[in-house]
Each structure stands twice: as C-alpha cells, then as structure tokens.
C-alpha cells in the first residue's frame, strides 16, 4: 500500500514577481532616456536586488528585447546582466555590444555561434557602464541602438551574430546572442506548438485532494499551464492521470480542482492523450512487454459516498403479457446504489482529442520503438503516431530542418525541431524576464531558419518540466506563435500535411529503465495472484498498476531521486505480499483421539481476505482436515480451527500448514507444527477410571454388608440379653401378680394362672 508522496514544488511566486518587477523598472528606465547610440546607464536598483546564481559564481547574459526581432525602421534593444554570486563585491566594468556584419549563413552556423565559437564579422555598435555589483545581487542596464543607426539600418533580411563583453582580471567575458531581420515578404509556414499538461514526478497512483488544491489554486503549477495557453492554438499533451485524479473524488474533489477540470474540457484547443502518469513507452517496449500498461481500475480510489448524486438509469422491465402463464410476476428488487464512473470516463481528457499519439522520452526512440508503436490499433481507427526529435533522424542530426509530418517505415511519426524546442524549454523555466531574452532569441532565430528551409509546417514543444511560472510558458508560447512567417497549426492540420520518408540515427538503449520497467511488472504479476484472496483483486492491482506508470514517468529521466523512489516502491509491494500470513505456532499435546487445533491468521490490509488453510501430515498417527476455509477480517488475527483425529499409536506427528487463496496461490511461508499424540491413553485413563469407579463400589458395598451384619448381629445380641433378663425377671415375680391372658391357639383366652413361688 502506498502513500502519497509530498509535493517537491514550493511556489516562490512572491519573489518571482518582484525580482521581475524591479528588473523591469531598470530596464525600462534605462530604454526611455534619449541617447543618439546608446542609453546612459540606469541608476542602481533600490534594495539591492538578490543574484540567483550558484555561490562563488557569477553569470553575464546578453538578452535581446521583442525576441531579437529587428524589422525595418525598427531600433534594437537590449538588457545586459550581471549577477554576483560571489563572496566579493564586482568593480564597475565597460560593457560593449558589437553586432556581425554579415549575417549567419545556416542553423549549423547558428548553433556554432551559440555554442561560443568568434565570428570575425563582429563590429562594436554601443557600450554602458555597470556600477559596483554587491555580493549577491546583480545589475541590469538596457542599451538602445536607434533604427537610424548606421549600424543597424537598412540590414538585409537574416540572422547576425550578437554579443556583449567586457575586460576583467580573467579576460574577456562575453555573452552571445542574435538580431533577427525577418523578409519583408515571405510565405507563412505553419506552426503547431505542442504544450504538454502534466502534474510532474509522482510516487503515489493518483494525486491526492490536498495536492489537487495546491495545483489547482491560484498559484498552482496546473493553474499556471492552462492560464498559458488560454486563448492560443497550442496543441496540448494531456496527462489523463490528473483528470482521473479529480474525477475519482465525485463530490469531494476541491472546489478548485473542479473548476479547472471544467476549463480544460470546454477548451478547443486540439489534443491528445499521453500515457497515464506521462509514462515513457520506450521502456516498456525495451523491457519486451506484450503491450503497453494501461490503468486497469480506479475502484480502490473512490467511495460510493462522493457520488451519492449520481444514480443509475432504471433498467427498463418487460411488460407481461396477458394471459401468459409463463409471465413471472414483477420480482421488487433493491434500490441502486450510486453510479461509479468506469475507467474511461475517468481518463477523458475532452473534446477533439486525438487517439493513438505517443510521447516517449526526447531521444529513446529508435525505428524499432517507432514500429512497434506504429503497429498498435487505435479505437477510432486512425493510424498510430509517435512525436520523436529532429536531432535523432539524420537530416536533423546534420543540422537541416524536419518538416512536422513524416513516415519512418511504414510509421507515421511527428517530428518536434529539437534546437527551437529546447530554447523554448529554457525560456519557460526561466524566472527572470531579463534573462529569458536570451533563449527566446535563438529560439526565433532557429525558426527564421526552418520557415526558410521547409514548405511543410513545423512543429516544436515546450518541454515537460513542472514548476514553470505562467509568465514563462506565456512569453514561450508567444515567441513562438509570433515569431516572423509562421502561422499556428492544430494536431490535425500537422497529422494531415504530406509526409516525406525520414531515416532514424542509431539510438542508444536505457538498460536502466528498460530493467525497472521488467522488474516493476513482475513484482506487480506476483502480487496480481496475491490480489485473489480479495472479493475485488482490483483493490490492490489498480493502484499498482497506476504507480508502476507513474514511475515510468518521463518527469523521472535524470532525477536523482529515481532509484530510491524504485526501490521503495518495490519494498512497499513486498510489505504488502507479506501482510497476510500465519502467525508462528508452538508444538501441541493431543490426549484426545477427537480435538481441534487452533491457529491464527495475521490480516494487515485494510480488507476482508478469503483463505484455505491447507493442512498436511508426515505420517498415519493422526487423520487431520487438509482443507479449511477461512475469512481473515481487515487489520486483525483471525483463529481457525482445524478438526483433527488421532489413531491407534503415539507418538509425534509433523504438521505443514499453508495459505493459499481460493485460486490456489501460495500467500505467505508455510508453517510447520508437532503434535504429540498420546492416542491410548484415552483407554487406559477409561479403563483405569472404570477400574478405580468399580473397586469403590465393591468397597462400599463390601462395606454396606458389612455393617448391616454387624447391625443385625448387635441386635440378636442385644435380644438374646433381654430375653434372659426377662426370665430372670419372671422367675422373680411375686405369687400375687397377675399375668395377662394370652390368646391360645384356637383363639380362646386363658386365664392367667398364678405363678408358683419357687425357693431354693
């Protein structure tokens, strides 16, 4: 089971916004004073604004303002920074911007511009001054040359090299850029921007309600995104794990969340669905998986509580027919309970999507993962596409320009330019809008490049880095969209357009990835057969599943914190494999020949599990039930009792029990216990018992007879003694005493005769 994962994001919107604002102040100060050249420098910003860069560094950028674009009649400016992060204050240097005379010839020698290599052609134009930069904080000054100036007037349409230096300790410190001047007239290429909207590197299946708030809020990064591209034609990559996410908690989902949902769907920007979680498919494919993972359920996230509104439609029942005694009379059947949302509804990312397109990781997919994905059927019956970069087919690899649509095989693929996209990239995570000059500069300057190379549109992206300010996706988008000849596109006019054949370079396989990937999906098939002990396995496999892409995500290539995510993930599945189980035993005494043994099944997950404890014997002393059925409650031990019968014989019997769920899964270790059976001690006790309950009735009756005897023999005695006292007495009585008459024997009454007196 596992738990959600804490957000790595911390908004620092706050600090954003007025190290921009200050930076902007300074700029714009410095661009309105008049100056025939350049612009006298700025006075020093008031408090000194704080350097970003790394301790014990220091960065000096070149940024042109309007993205380096230069039209005719159109003066050039520009922001030049200096931030200081080391321990010592900066002395004020003299800056000087020079500006090529001859512009850049093609994109190879844009990159070799960008990348530091001198350009001979280079002729200074203007020069500022910095102040003293304290210890940590920077200076910015604008410099403004004229569109009368003889330096920049009546250039020729092109891309020229740009740069700023100035002389230190060290040497010359320069930073580079480009002034586009676009044709005056030229065909419009079309453009599609693909913007991917993503939650970032995830742990958990699912984001949880306290994390939807914060993205979703007013300075959330998911906010952010689609306030990005509001308004825009920017083709969106959807991740379906965030809409899963609020959907699953019905009514319960933040009031915030919701809202944003329902601005994504009424959105008609054209889309397409990545992989749940943002999954990279390269190494699923790698890992020789059948097909691609997929969510299977979403029951374990959601309660029938939160969707208490939405009931079912009623089932229509047939009317009997009259007169049919076959008709069965209405059976009254229980309410529904609330309606659940089935998977597809819950990964729904809106209108005009379009199926079968896959995203996988810049540069992972070589013409074996491109067939692969080209072969996979799609619902609406459209072939399957994958997005890869220009930089891993040949004609971009040799710095020449891909048009958006191609076919690799017999695969149809949508090719991104590389250089522009990875320029955009660094302009949208770019805090600072005097530093995001400068990539949107050679973003626009490797546009004016493929518009000219390519009659076909062209088509480019955003990155999928998470924690971008809105300010920055909105300044990318917008270079790009505005940038000189080009005219955005939807997904489907790009999937359209013709397609030329392209050939693939040789990409090098993650083995990494591709043994996650394997060893995720064993772990996930060895707990799926755990998952039969439940009334609903999907309890367990769907968040598993879902936390196997999740970890797949693209966000997680070269994150540090991969492995260890991996790795816990892994041991969390092993917890869970171990959550159901016997508890250890003690060796038993069986004096019975009929008893039941007990034992204990230890259940930590939160639901009821259905087991067979399966019981087996080492030898014939004991009969012993080899199967009992048992229900271990939720997060509790649960007693089972196993009937047993012991034989003729004693001695030790070895018992071997083992869990397994109704499907016949092995859960948990077997246990083994001895009994010891003392199986004729049930007889001798019986018979001892008879022996010694027979010896005391003898004995009490020997005793009875006894007594009676000595009774009857103490009486006789005691007879014996009055009658010879009464003859003794009679002897003695006087002559004169009567004797009572005695009847005789026929009845008749004698009368008493004296006695005579007899002496001696």
């Given at each position: 089971?596992?738990?959600?994962?804490?957000?790595?994001?911390?908004?620092?919107?706050?600090?954003?916004?007025?190290?921009?604002?200050?930076?902007?102040?300074?700029?714009?100060?410095t661009?309105?004073?008049?100056?025939?050249?350049?612009?006298?420098?700025?006075?020093?910003?008031?408090?000194?604004?704080?350097?970003a860069?790394?301790?014990?560094?220091t960065?000096?950028?070149?940024?042109?303002?309007?993205?380096?674009?230069?039209?005719?009649?159109?003066?050039?400016?520009?922001?030049?920074?200096?931030?200081?992060?080391?321990?010592?204050?900066?002395?004020?240097?003299?800056?000087?911007?020079?500006?090529?005379?001859?512009p850049?010839?093609?994109?190879?020698?844009?990159?070799?511009w960008?990348?530091?290599?001198?350009?001979?052609?280079?002729?200074?134009?203007?020069?500022?001054?910095?102040?003293?930069?304290?210890?940590?904080?920077f200076?910015?000054?604008?410099?403004?040359?004229?569109?009368?100036?003889?330096?920049?007037?009546?250039?020729?349409?092109?891309?020229?090299?740009?740069?700023?230096?100035?002389?230190?300790?060290?040497g010359?410190?320069?930073?580079?850029?480009?002034m586009?001047?676009?044709?005056?007239?030229?065909?419009?290429?079309?453009?599609?921007?693909?913007?991917?909207?993503?939650?970032?590197?995830l742990r958990?299946?699912?984001?949880?309600?306290?994390?939807?708030?914060?993205?979703?809020?007013?300075?959330?990064?998911?906010?952010?995104?689609?306030?990005?591209?509001?308004?825009?034609?920017?083709?969106?990559?959807?991740?379906?794990?965030?809409?899963?996410s609020?959907?699953?908690?019905?009514?319960?989902?933040?009031?915030?969340?919701?809202?944003?949902?329902?601005?994504?769907?009424?959105?008609?920007?054209?889309?397409?669905?990545?992989?749940?979680?943002?999954?990279?498919?390269?190494?699923?494919?790698q890992?020789?998986?059948?097909?691609?993972?997929?969510?299977?359920?979403?029951?374990?996230?959601?309660?029938?509580?939160?969707?208490?509104?939405?009931t079912?439609?009623?089932?229509?029942?047939?009317?009997?027919?009259?007169?049919?005694?076959?008709?069965?009379?209405?059976?009254?059947?229980?309410?529904?309970?609330?309606?659940?949302?089935?998977?597809?509804?819950?990964?729904?990312?809106?209108?005009?999507?379009?199926?079968?397109?896959?995203?996988?990781?810049?540069?992972?997919?070589?013409?074996?993962?491109?067939?692969?994905?080209?072969?996979?059927?799609?619902?609406?019956?459209?072939?399957?596409?994958?997005?890869?970069?220009?930089?891993?087919?040949?004609?971009?690899?040799?710095?020449?320009?891909?048009?958006?649509?191609?076919?690799?095989?017999?695969?149809?693929?949508?090719?991104?330019?590389?250089?522009?996209?990875?320029?955009?990239?660094?302009?949208s995570?770019?805090?600072?809008?005097?530093?995001?000059?400068?990539?949107?500069?050679?973003?626009?300057?490797?546009?004016?490049?493929?518009?000219?190379?390519?009659?076909?549109?062209?088509?480019?992206?955003?990155?999928?880095?998470?924690?971008?300010?809105?300010?920055?996706?909105?300044?990318?988008?917008?270079?790009?969209?505005?940038?000189?000849?080009?005219?955005?596109?939807?997904?489907?006019?790009?999937?359209?357009?013709?397609?030329?054949?392209?050939?693939?370079?040789?990409?090098?396989?993650?083995?990494?990835?591709?043994?996650?990937?394997?060893?995720?999906?064993?772990?996930?098939?060895?707990?799926?057969?755990?998952?039969?002990?439940?009334?609903?396995?999907?309890?367990?496999?769907?968040?598993?599943?879902?936390?196997?892409?999740?970890?797949?995500g693209?966000?997680?290539?070269?994150?540090?914190?991969?492995?260890?995510?991996?790795?816990?993930?892994?041991?969390?599945?092993?917890?869970?494999?171990?959550?159901?189980?016997?508890?250890?035993?003690?060796?038993?005494?069986?004096?019975?020949?009929?008893?039941?043994?007990?034992?204990?099944?230890?259940?930590?997950?939160?639901?009821?599990?259905?087991?067979?404890?399966?019981?087996?014997?080492?030898?014939?002393r004991l009969?012993?039930?080899?199967?009992?059925?048992?229900?271990?409650?939720?997060?509790?031990?649960?007693?089972?009792?196993?009937?047993?019968?012991?034989?003729?014989?004693?001695?030790?019997?070895?018992?071997?029990?083992?869990?397994?769920?109704?499907?016949?899964?092995a859960?948990?270790?077997?246990?083994?216990?001895?009994?010891?059976?003392?199986?004729?001690?049930?007889?001798?006790?019986?018979?001892?018992?008879?022996?010694?309950?027979?010896?005391?009735?003898?004995?009490?009756?020997?005793?009875?007879?006894?007594?009676?005897?000595?009774?009857?023999?103490?009486?006789?005695?005691?007879?014996?003694?009055?009658?010879?006292?009464?003859?003794?007495?009679?002897?003695?009585?006087?002559?004169?005493t009567?004797?009572?008459?005695?009847?005789?024997?026929?009845?008749?009454?004698?009368?008493?005769?004296?006695?005579?007196?007899?002496?001696?």
């Amino acid at each position: 089971m596992t738990q959600p994962r804490a957000l790595r994001r911390t908004p620092r919107r706050a600090q954003r916004l007025v190290t921009a604002a200050v930076a902007a102040l300074a700029v714009l100060a410095t661009l309105l004073l008049p100056a025939p050249s350049l612009a006298a420098p700025s006075p020093e910003p008031t408090p000194t604004p704080t350097s970003a860069v790394p301790p014990g560094t220091t960065a000096f950028t070149l940024s042109p303002l309007a993205n380096g674009v230069v039209r005719a009649g159109e003066s050039l400016s520009v922001s030049i920074s200096l931030q200081n992060g080391t321990a010592a204050d900066l002395a004020p240097v003299d800056v000087t911007l020079s500006l090529g005379t001859a512009p850049l010839t093609d994109r190879t020698a844009l990159t070799r511009w960008l990348e530091g290599a001198p350009d001979p052609s280079l002729q200074p134009i203007a020069t500022t001054s910095t102040g003293i930069v304290a210890s940590g904080s920077f200076q910015v000054r604008g410099v403004t040359v004229p569109a009368d100036d003889p330096a920049i007037a009546d250039r020729a349409p092109g891309v020229y090299p740009l740069s700023a230096s100035y002389e230190d300790a060290s040497g010359t410190v320069t930073s580079v850029s480009v002034m586009i001047v676009p044709p005056a007239e030229a065909a419009d290429v079309g453009l599609g921007v693909i913007v991917p909207i993503t939650a970032g590197p995830l742990r958990a299946g699912l984001l949880t309600a306290d994390e939807l708030a914060v993205l979703t809020g007013p300075e959330g990064s998911l906010t952010d995104q689609l306030d990005a591209v509001r308004g825009t034609q920017a083709i969106l990559a959807v991740d379906p794990a965030v809409p899963a996410s609020i959907r699953v908690l019905g009514t319960s989902a933040p009031e915030s969340a919701a809202e944003w949902l329902a601005e994504l769907e009424s959105m008609q920007n054209s889309r397409f669905a990545l992989q749940f979680g943002d999954a990279d498919v390269t190494p699923q494919l790698q890992a020789d998986l059948p097909r691609l993972l997929a969510p299977t359920s979403f029951r374990a996230y959601m309660s029938p509580s939160d969707f208490a509104d939405v009931t079912p439609s009623p089932t229509p029942t047939p009317t009997p027919t009259p007169g049919d005694p076959t008709a069965a009379s209405p059976t009254p059947t229980a309410p529904p309970g609330p309606a659940l949302p089935s998977t597809d509804e819950l990964l729904d990312i809106g209108p005009a999507a379009r199926a079968g397109v896959y995203w996988p990781a810049d540069g992972t997919a070589d013409a074996d993962v491109v067939a692969q994905l080209g072969e996979i059927p799609t619902d609406g019956g459209v072939p399957s596409i994958t997005v890869i970069p220009s930089a891993t087919t040949e004609p971009g690899a040799a710095g020449r320009t891909v048009a958006a649509h191609g076919v690799v095989g017999e695969s149809e693929v949508l090719v991104y330019d590389s250089d522009v996209s990875t320029a955009l990239d660094e302009a949208s995570r770019s805090e600072e809008s005097w530093l995001r000059g400068a990539p949107l500069s050679a973003a626009t300057a490797y546009l004016a490049f493929a518009t000219a190379d390519t009659q076909g549109p062209v088509l480019v992206t955003l990155g999928r880095g998470d924690g971008r300010s809105r300010v920055g996706m909105e300044a990318a988008i917008s270079a790009a969209v505005t940038a000189p000849d080009v005219l955005p596109r939807s997904l489907p006019a790009v999937t359209t357009s013709a397609s030329d054949e392209i050939a693939l370079t040789g990409v090098e396989p993650s083995t990494e990835r591709a043994a996650a990937a394997a060893t995720l999906v064993a772990d996930e098939g060895e707990l799926g057969r755990f998952a039969t002990i439940l009334d609903e396995p999907s309890l367990l496999n769907g968040p598993e599943r879902n936390e196997i892409l999740q970890l797949l995500g693209v966000a997680w290539v070269g994150d540090p914190d991969w492995a260890a995510a991996i790795a816990e993930h892994r041991e969390q599945t092993r917890t869970t494999l171990g959550s159901v189980a016997l508890l250890p035993t003690v060796p038993n005494d069986l004096y019975g020949s009929n008893a039941s043994l007990r034992f204990w099944v230890r259940n930590d997950l939160p639901y009821p599990v259905n087991l067979v404890l399966y019981t087996t014997r080492d030898n014939l002393r004991l009969d012993v039930q080899n199967e009992t059925p048992v229900v271990a409650t939720a997060q509790s031990n649960t007693r089972v009792e196993v009937p047993v019968q012991a034989r003729v014989g004693r001695g030790e019997v070895t018992l071997t029990l083992q869990l397994r769920s109704p499907a016949f899964v092995a859960i948990g270790e077997p246990e083994s216990v001895e009994v010891n059976v003392w199986a004729d001690w049930e007889g001798v006790g019986i018979g001892a018992l008879a022996v010694l309950v027979g010896a005391l009735l003898i004995m009490g009756i020997v005793r009875t007879v006894l007594r009676v005897r000595r009774r009857r023999r103490g009486t006789d005695a005691d007879t014996a003694v009055a009658a010879d006292t009464a003859v003794a007495a009679d002897t003695a009585v006087p002559a004169d005493t009567a004797v009572a008459a005695e009847p005789g024997p026929d009845g008749a009454v004698e009368e008493p005769q004296p006695r005579e007196e007899t002496k001696p």
